[in-house]
């Protein structure tokens, strides 16, 4: 006879002591290795691990282990939906920051170590960032929906173990990365290919010099090159896009999303050792189970102040549910709960990429002040130290040069048992940028492509009063060529005056001022109409004839309006004589036109640097809206 197991096990009350400690010591072996409980580290970790062990063996003997894998299906079920809902909000945002796993130097490195091939490559899948972004979103979520009901567990322990292998494969990366190694890289340039070939004639070229490049083979159709290089090091997983940086002001850091990794790694494995004895939740465990995924979804929600997913897994749970307890032999299984699941993702992420994220954590969402997020961030804190080398046993010591210990020590006099190895600068504080970095949002223009259009603006006529300075007009003497200088330029050393005759006073180009921005201007002009293009080329047309429209009144009322692009001046020259544009254009840094809005174009509207409003190209409001609604106020 066929013994059912229960959630109880041999003992319910100490079942749920021994999960308790599991958890307990799990989350003690986490803390100890964080650097904030560096003093404590042993301390912690030793009896984290003890208390896994001995809690983990008490639930193997007294049959507890359906009991802790319910409770990690819980906590894994809720995170994979909210971690799912938040890459899924933003999913273009999800797709950049997979492109840059992509990248030659970036996850394929190392593939190249561990196998030996210098050739291997990712970078193919940049093309489909978007699609892998999406696809993953949904994974996620279905997968979080059917761990919570029980749905098909033998499949969806096995897929929750390979995702999970795959994330924490992905963050260990990034927190081992070391930009100052060197891998081998491998490229083979088409020769049949003009940039290719061009770029081979370079490497060719060198090779002759530098010992780092070299030609492995060439013939008639390719050159291959083999290339010590430097690994790309991703900074941030973004495993939570950019809404950790948005809700409580900073993003895991890559040590901290490897051990959240590795925490729900155990938990899925817990629930793989599990999986035979999972069913499918009846009515009175969906009553216990689904209320308190819900709590800790909306726990999570509130971390992100986001509380969107809370309404989003009720629905998309209950509809699980409900399909699954339809009879019908076709329908009424958890691969059409799975469906459906997919179904509620797809209209949700076809909103966010029609329009702009549901929740916009980024820095240039709507109600946001900008110029104090340009001064949110931390220089960081660094300290000098000494380091010394113990000459028999290689022990390393730090010292500040300044410190009462140092002093005492006087290490620098035994060097017969000390060694000086090197200064190093040791971080104490971290380093954070702020949220926008004026190097990188500087909207602005060349003195020299300045159009009419641009010239109407009066930021930009009061910064052209400035171009002007005291200059001379000097003469070579033998040569009778003319020279115009600044005059402050001017010395005797550089142009002597048996060789140099002096023969006028004059105006010259302000050789300090050769850009005009107007980033100062966005941040101060009591109303501002703004539309963002990260590229010229890839403009959603279709919304060109609403956006000249609402140019044509702005100017009517007087209220400034601009456009900011991510593109080249012979692409904004081609672009307003092709459709006959008459508004000021200024250029800036197209991966931060990537953070403004996901779209191409989006409109943003300013009072006095605070973000009123901010619309894709499907959403354009009217002029007459834009005025009545967030200009009047």
Known sequence: ???????????????????????????????????????????????????????????????????????????????????GLIKANDPLGFSYKLEEYFEDGALAYRIKEFFGAPGFSLEYFIQHALALSVIICIAEIVLGVLVIIGGKMRLVSWLLVIMMLFFTFLTWHTSSCDAKTKFVDRDTYSLAIAKEASLADTKIEEAKTNKEIKIISKNSKEVVVEELKAPQCVTDCGCFGDAMKGSVGRSLTPKESLWKDIVLLYLVIWIFAAQGMIKPNNVRQNWIYVPISLLLIAGLSWVFDWYFPIVFSLIAILAALWI??????????????????????????????????????????????????????DPGKYQSLLVYKNIQTGEKKEYDGSSKEFMASKIWEKTGEWKYLEMINKEIIPMRLPSIDTAQFNPSCSISSLSEDELQLDVVKKQLKNTKVSGLRLEDKVTKERTEIPEVEYNVESYPPDTYAILDTIEVENPELSDVSIRQFLFTAPKVIVVFSRNLKEFDLNHLSEIKSIAAKAKKAAIPFVLVVGSGDEEIAAFKKKHDLHVPIFINDGVELKAVSRANPALMVLRYGRVKGKYTGNSLPTFNWIQRNLLAK
């Open 1 to 83: 006879m066929k013994t059912t197991r229960t959630i109880s096990g041999h003992s319910l009350p100490l079942n749920v002591l021994f999960v308790i400690l599991n958890l307990a010591g799990l989350a003690l072996t986490t803390m100890g290795f964080h650097d904030h409980f560096e003093a404590q580290k042993m301390l912690f970790v030793s009896i984290g691990l003890v208390l896994m062990l001995f809690s983990a063996v008490a639930l193997v003997f007294f049959k507890g282990r359906l009991m802790i894998a319910t409770v990690s299906r819980i906590i894994v079920g809720s995170l994979f939906i909210v971690s």
């Open 324 to 377: 699954y307890r339809v009879r019908n032999k076709r329908i009424g299984n958890h691969y059409s709960s799975a469906l459906i699941v997919t179904c509620l993702c797809g209209i949700f992420i076809w909103y966010v990429l029609r329009y702009d994220p549901l929740r916009d954590y980024r820095a240039y969402a709507v109600g946001n002040y900008l110029p104090d997020l340009t001064k949110n961030g």
